[in-house]
């Protein structure tokens, strides 16, 4: 409760937008970890994705 307090009063915005902040971390980190867990799967898969980007980069600056 005391670590709580003293993080309120050093962010003056009090618990606003903490919650939120944690919820974006959480999905990033799945996000993250679901990436990984495909490129071990599926190698392949990463080839096909970044051919994929490089393919529309390059119909973007055309």
């Not at 003056?12 to 679901?34: K, S």
């Amino acid at each position: 409760m005391t670590q709580h307090a003293d993080e309120k009063e050093l962010t003056g915005r009090g618990d606003a937008g903490r919650p939120r902040t944690e919820l974006w971390e959480f999905l990033g980190m799945a996000l993250v970890a679901g990436g990984l867990c495909v490129a071990v799967v599926r190698p392949e898969l990463c080839d096909d994705v970044v051919q994929s980007l490089v393919t529309r980069a390059v119909e973007l600056t055309r």
